[in-house]
């Protein structure tokens, strides 16, 4: 289209290049945001896995530190029972010396010798028992030592696959964005490529036109009022778009999970019958009759979406006849799965 234009007056009338200008930069807008949403999307949905198994190794994390310090209490107690077992065979080898001396210098008659033996031969068993202890202790500890060695060990290599397993993370968030900013940027060329197909074989019509980044046509171009069966004058329309996204298909790489939404819009006024008890049964009707009606001109169903909006989404705000029938309509937008 031309930058420029005669108006009546004789001067050059730049305002259909400014609108042009403007619609540019719109439909850019809008594709940036896309993209973002579309990125944050993704980027939630794989890190939330990651977090999931963050979160298990935190709790094995966890549980290790648990147990180390339960197995620390444990060694600080034995070791407290080891030492008063040692200062109580300490002091029964006192006494036994002590006994032994008394003995050994012949101190009193026969009884008191007697006796003295006997306790003597008391602080012997005595102390037997208390070395067994003693060396029952020393195991128990030697054990508690080796097994705070091994949770140690264990608690170092879960937090080593922790730090791993963040770094990965990271990597994996970088890589996912820059696929998907690639996967955003191929969608948005063939939704380019389809656009610019729609507008030659559509042609300039008042009543289809591009808002952002969608294909809309009026309702009255499709439907009659209130009904969701196609006019037939609808067919010949129908069947240039399904060549076109045909077309399309076949330039698309397969692993691009695209489809082609059709998206049904009513106006506020709303609408109670037998067939169509709502606004939004009556947007989704019209939907559906337009996705049934390119399935049978061969696009396949998976890569088709029908979908109702019933007075939701209006373009307008208004409640004139004018914003009543730009309301009214059914909009074709390339997008993922």
Known sequence: MPAGRLSRRGGVDYWPGFVDALTTLLL????????FMLGQFFLAREISGRDTVLERLNRQISELTDLLALERSNRRKVEEDLAGVRSTLQASVGERDRLQAELSAGVGAGARAEAAQTALDAERAATQRAQSTVDLLNSQIAAMRRQL?????????SESRDRESQARIADLGTRLNVALAQRVQEL???RSDFFGRLRQILGQRSDIRIVGDRFVFQSEVLFAPGQAVLRPEAEPELARIATAVQDLARDIPPDIPWILRVDGHTDARPIASSTFPSNWALSAARAISVVQALVARGIP????????????????LGTGDDAYARNRRIELKLTER
């Open 149 to 157: 060695a091994a949770l140690e060990d264990a608690l170092a290599a």
């Open 301 to 316: 169903p998976q890569r088709l979406a029908a979908t109702g909006f019933g007075e939701f989404q209006p373009l307008e």
């Open 28 to 35: 850019s807008i809008v594709f940036l945001l896309s993209i």
């Open 188 to 190: 948005a060329r063939y």
